[in-house]
């Protein structure tokens, strides 16, 4: 079983930045990869960028440039550090642990964080 545990979610002016953490404990062989989500009010859920086990990174198109996601394996944490933040990345945020296979992340249903709100005023 794995555990998620995000943080640092906030309201910022547009222009801003925040850094969001995801904190996981447990562990599943089924893992090799953690994605962050976001879901905005009256819309799906939408992938916003990944990490794979051996480093590998993926972002949506409409976060490219401006959103670095990283990790720190001693820490079990994940890191999204959102820059030049837009009103419309006003969301609420979370974290997953899923499976990166042919360049295609899988998220797995079971291991959702909670969610961390962010609001980006204009």
């Known amino acids: 079983q794995v555990q998620l545990v995000e943080s640092g979610g906030g309201l910022v002016q547009a222009g801003g930045s925040l850094r969001l953490s995801c904190a996981a404990s447990?562990?599943?062989?089924?893992?090799?990869?953690m994605g962050w989500y976001r879901q905005a009010p009256g819309k799906q859920r939408e992938l916003v960028a990944i990490?794979?086990?051996?480093?590998?990174?993926k972002y949506a198109d409409s976060v490219k440039g401006r959103f670095t996601i990283s990790r720190d394996n001693a820490k079990n944490t994940v890191y999204l550090q959102m820059t030049s933040l837009k009103p419309e990345d006003t969301a609420v945020y979370y974290c997953n642990a899923g499976t990166y296979f042919s360049g295609t992340y899988y998220s797995n249903t079971a291991y959702w964080g909670q969610g961390t709100q962010v609001t980006v005023s204009s």
């Open positions: 447990g562990s599943s062989f089924r893992i090799n990869a």
């Open positions: 990490i794979a086990s051996g480093g590998s990174t």
